[in-house]
């Protein structure tokens, strides 16, 4: 992922939030900095992404989202829970995960 695809902005993603991913641009708050890891991270989700067909994948990520939160009642927790999030968080420091992932690895 290009640096290209990074845009520093003070509305995106919502202060808790480091960055988001929309339709593989990653959107980051003004004044910090994505790590490695953190790129890693994105680059994850703009592989389930594709794997989805983009809006697939959004309307999952909500919907799950939606099902956790009632479930947890705590936005953080229920964030962290989402399929999507546990490949992401579980694979971001494997900087050679993306050669080697199979196809759908969030269903898992
Ligand atoms: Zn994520």
């Not at 509305?11 to 990653?26: E, T, V, Y």
């Not at 708050?29 to 994850?44: A, P, Q, Y």
């Not at 939160?69 to 546990?86: D, G, Q, W």
């Amino acid at each position: 992922m290009s640096e290209r695809m990074i845009i520093y902005n003070r509305l995106l993603p919502p202060p808790r939030f480091l960055a988001i991913n929309l339709f593989g641009l990653i959107f980051v708050r003004h004044g910090r900095r994505l790590s490695d890891v953190d790129l890693n991270h994105e680059r994850i989700h703009t592989a389930q992404m594709v794997e989805l067909l983009v809006v697939g994948f959004y309307l999952w990520y909500l919907v799950e989202w939606g099902v956790l939160l009632m479930r947890f009642r705590n936005v953080m927790r229920a964030y962290r829970n989402i399929r999507f999030e546990r490949e992401a968080y579980e694979n971001e420091r494997d900087m050679n995960y993306l050669k080697s992932r199979k196809f759908w690895a969030w269903m898992r």
